[in-house]
């Protein structure tokens, strides 16, 4: 892998904040103002300069919004919130709304693909709130009897999750970043510093023992998030690294399997982090996706 095309302190500047429910959350903006809007939506325990290396090839065709949920990265991290997925697609379309977006494409990994089927649940729901026009999902726990979590995730998730949190250090951190990447395609040094400075960013590591209980609702709601999938007119395509121990080609056979019509890409030697490891294979098969709407 490259060295990061924005690094970390650039994206920072480059962004802005607006509140939701009293607290802070960073936004990062980019592309034509008149541009189809895509939402981005990032995973577990990073932030939204996940899509850096996309950023400004997206940009140059759409409308992108990427916001840092409540929890992650430059947003406020505070210790007295409620922290569902709910929460998170509230605070998204909060902010579709503010900015006027009547109609909007997802791109989302991990967590973030569970707050998109959150969203896809949603339009089938009476209120008035922006339409999704498509959504692509890569590598996430889609399925709760698939999802594969690493030991500190079950660690944190468990009633040692504080101690777990707070006894964190950068070096483990960055060792189990490693082993959910591709062989082929370890990260670099710059991307995992960054990584540990989202996770590290306004006292992050208090919450995630607050964050992680999406595990265990993603299993309680698996009837509305999965039943989204299967039953939604939203076209959809899941483009996943194959070699991802958390959720890779076994939950891309699953996928087949539940939500068969939808388009599929499967990416050969890599990992939980498609976006980052191959930018340029990721951006070709979204292209191909909203080229293949366009005919439809």
């Known amino acids: 892998m490259e060295p990061s095309r924005i690094a970390l302190n650039v994206w920072q500047a480059s962004g802005t904040e607006f509140a939701f429910r009293g607290h802070p959350v960073f936004c990062q903006l980019g592309g034509p103002a008149g541009g189809e809007v895509l939402l981005l939506i990032h995973g577990f325990p990073t932030a939204s300069w996940d899509w850096e290396a996309l950023w400004p090839a997206l940009t140059r065709h759409y409308r992108v919004i990427a916001l840092d949920m409540l929890g992650f990265g430059f947003s406020a991290k505070p210790r007295d919130y409620d922290y569902t997925i709910g929460a998170q697609a509230d605070l998204l379309e909060a902010f579709l709304q503010r900015e006027g977006v009547s109609n909007y494409h997802v791109l989302a990994h991990d967590y973030g693909d569970t707050v998109a089927q959150e969203l896809l649940a949603r339009q089938q729901e009476e209120g008035e709130r922006p339409r999704l026009a498509s959504v692509c999902l890569l590598n996430g726990g889609l399925f709760p009897e698939t999802h594969r979590p ?3 995730q079950t660690l944190l998730a ?3 999750g504080f101690l777990v949190a707070k006894l964190m250090s950068k070096p483990r951190f960055c060792r189990a970043m490693v082993r959910i990447f591709g062989a082929r ?3 670099p040094a710059d991307l995992l510093d960054g990584f540990w400075r989202l996770v590290e960013q306004n006292g992050g590591r208090a919450v995630m023992p607050q964050l ?5 609702e993603r299993r309680r709601q ?3 998030w999965v039943g989204a999938l299967q039953t939604t007119e939203v076209p959809l395509k899941l483009v996943a690294g194959l070699a991802d121990p958390i959720s890779g ?5 699953r996928f087949r399997n539940q939500v068969p019509m939808a388009e599929v890409e499967g990416l050969a030697g890599i990992g939980h982090y498609p976006q980052c490891e191959d930018p340029a294979s990721v951006l070709a098969a979204y292209k191909s996706f909203r080229a293949s709407l366009r005919h439809q």
């Open 150 to 152: 690493l030991l500190t």
């Open 158 to 160: 468990s009633p040692l």
């Open 185 to 187: 395609t370890p990260p």
């Open 212 to 216: 992680i209980g999406y595990m265990a």
């Open 222 to 224: 698996r009837a509305r």
């Open 249 to 253: 080609a076994h939950m891309v056979a």
